[in-house]
């Protein structure tokens, strides 16, 4: 009996002491540091690199049987989530951290779920306690307000993670005007029959709502195309971001053999070098006349002009209240707690990053149709293993009219598209009811171009 006491109190004392012991060396780095140095030091306690970089230092046991297995395994899907080595190196060099990290490492802060308990359990030191969550939400906005923030949201939503979209200022008017021409000018096709508008047509959401494009001589391109509006935000453009900016992106569709079909800027310019008017017009902005280069400037100068500032969205986030429903406020929280956030954030809701095309469960083999080469995303241009089905994230400004949806044009509807993303990319099947409500949501980020609510005439014939 005395011994059963004995032995009793001698384990308890042993579980307080290994628990003193484990919240003692919990400890949360001295306030004394920078913020960004404190949370340094919490990423390298909470041994994020080691899960979530591309060759992590795996630690001894990795060699182990069944322990290494698992231990491999957790690298490698951590990786696939989330590449945080890049962002470490910029903290540590004080580069801004891109945003759509810190929208994953706030939501992954805020839900408590990193690092995985089977890590700190045994890497002692190594739980994000409340402390050290403070620290790392502290951290972020710290990092929003500085490098993010355009200024035009409420004081109460500065540091969202979606921002309100600023209009273009600095332009170029006159580049502006020629610009707009050039857009809409079907002389930038071989046959003179289609111009960047006939797959961008700003009267119809800057998409042409079909699941592939139709180029010159009838022929159809194997990827969807995406707006035109508010591309000017976008950190590459194209699905496998193959072109660095807008300018570069106008130089691909004129020599494209079943977009415009063009071999040599020449084509083009004999036909414009024809018109006296314009050219006139040209060579006062550009002394240098009609080159590759001038033209793609002027389109590109154009292009930042389609900007849709203003959305019934954008209004709430600046202040006004009355702005959204309650069941839109609803529909955008949930945006947020489905982990939507995270990768449509910024000011453009996406554009921002590359992200892997189903992070839960293989979206390309279920989908059935064989796989194409535009599926396999960035890795089109880079090759390396770690790109294939990673895709620039698309915008969801001016969602509602863009129809259809994903790089493969599958989903037809805005609720198909959300119900694939939250199976895919959230491993959840959304209710009827959420499913509504974040459409619902997804409904108010129509803006308005020059200052008229942007509008798609295609809706009529739907
Ligand atoms: C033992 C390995 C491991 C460690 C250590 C670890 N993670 Fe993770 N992390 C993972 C795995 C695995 C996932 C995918 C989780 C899932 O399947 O839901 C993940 C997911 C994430 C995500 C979600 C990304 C997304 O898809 O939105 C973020 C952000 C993240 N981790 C950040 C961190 C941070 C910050 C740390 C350090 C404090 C950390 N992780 C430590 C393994 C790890
Ligand atoms: C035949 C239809 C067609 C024509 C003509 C066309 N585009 Fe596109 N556009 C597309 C398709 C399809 C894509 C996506 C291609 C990809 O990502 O590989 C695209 C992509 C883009 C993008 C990238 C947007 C983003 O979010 O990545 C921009 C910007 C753009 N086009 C502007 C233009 C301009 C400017 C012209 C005229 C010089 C033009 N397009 C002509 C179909 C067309
Ligand atoms: C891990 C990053 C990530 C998360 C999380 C994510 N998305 Fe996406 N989203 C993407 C990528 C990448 C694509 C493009 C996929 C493709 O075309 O194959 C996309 C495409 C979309 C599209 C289609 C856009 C278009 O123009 O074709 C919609 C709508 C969308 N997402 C909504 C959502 C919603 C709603 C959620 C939350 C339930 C969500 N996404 C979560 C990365 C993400």
């Not at 009267?203 to 709502?209: I, P, S, W």
């Not at 080159?291 to 202040?319: C, H, M, N, Q, V």
């Not at 598209?417 to 974040?438: C, F, G, H, P, W």
């Amino acid at each position: 009996m005395k011994k059963s006491i004995l032995f009793a109190g001698c384990g308890v004392a042993l579980v307080g002491a290994l628990a003193i012991t484990y919240y003692g060396v919990n400890t949360p780095p001295s306030p004394e540091l920078a913020l960004s140095n404190q949370a340094i030091e919490i990423f390298n306690e909470g041994g994020c690199i080691s899960c979530h970089s591309e060759s992590p230092t795996l630690p001894f046991y990795s060699s182990f049987p069944v322990i290494g297995e698992l231990v491999k395994k957790d690298a490698k899907d951590g990786v696939k989530h989330f590449n945080i080595s890049n962002e470490l190196n910029n903290l540590a060099n004080g580069i801004e951290v891109n945003k759509v990290a810190l929208a994953k490492i706030e939501k992954s802060t805020i839900d408590g779920t990193m690092p995985l308990p089977k890590y700190y359990l045994v890497h002692w030191g190594s739980q994000t306690t409340p402390k050290k969550k403070e620290i790392i939400l502290n951290w972020v906005k710290e990092q929003r307000l500085a490098n993010y923030s355009n200024g035009l949201s409420a004081a109460e939503f500065a540091n969202e993670p979606i921002q309100p979209i600023a209009p273009p200022k600095d332009l170029n008017m006159e580049k502006v005007a020629l610009g707009e021409m050039l857009f809409h000018d079907t002389r930038l096709s071989a046959n003179n029959t289609v111009s960047c508008a006939t797959c961008h047509d700003l009267a119809t959401g800057g998409v042409d709502n079909l699941r592939f494009s139709e180029g010159i001589n009838g022929q159809f391109g194997g990827v969807n195309a995406p707006t035109v509006f508010n591309s000017h935000f976008n950190f590459v453009q194209f699905w496998d971001g193959r072109a660095a900016d807008l300018q570069a992106q106008a130089a691909g569709p004129p020599m494209n053999s079943i977009e415009m079909g063009n071999k040599s800027w020449d084509e083009v310019i004999v036909k414009l070098n024809d018109d006296n008017k314009f050219t006139e017009q040209f060579n006062k902005v550009y002394p240098g006349s009609y080159t590759g280069e001038s033209i793609t400037d002027a389109i590109a100068e154009f292009e930042r002009t389609l900007i849709t500032p203003d959305s019934r969205f954008d209004l709430y986030l600046k202040g006004d209240k009355t702005a959204l429903s309650e069941s839109e406020i609803h529909g955008y929280e949930l945006f947020k707690q489905q982990d939507c956030a995270t990768c449509h954030t910024g000011s453009n809701m996406g554009g921002y990053s590359y992200d892997l095309m189903g992070l839960y469960g293989d979206y390309f083999s279920n989908r059935g149709d064989e796989i194409t080469t535009e599926d396999h995303g960035r890795f089109k241009e880079t090759k390396a293993e770690y790109d294939l089905h990673r895709f620039k994230v698309p915008t969801l400004r001016n969602i509602a009219l863009t129809w259809p949806y994903l790089h493969d044009g599958t989903a037809e509807s805005l609720e198909e598209a959300v119900d694939v993303m939250s199976i895919y990319q959230n491993n959840k099947t959304l209710t009827e009811v959420e499913l509504a409500s974040i459409v619902g949501y997804l409904n108010t980020l129509t803006g308005k171009y020059n200052g008229k609510e942007l509008t798609n005439t295609n809706i009529q014939k739907l």
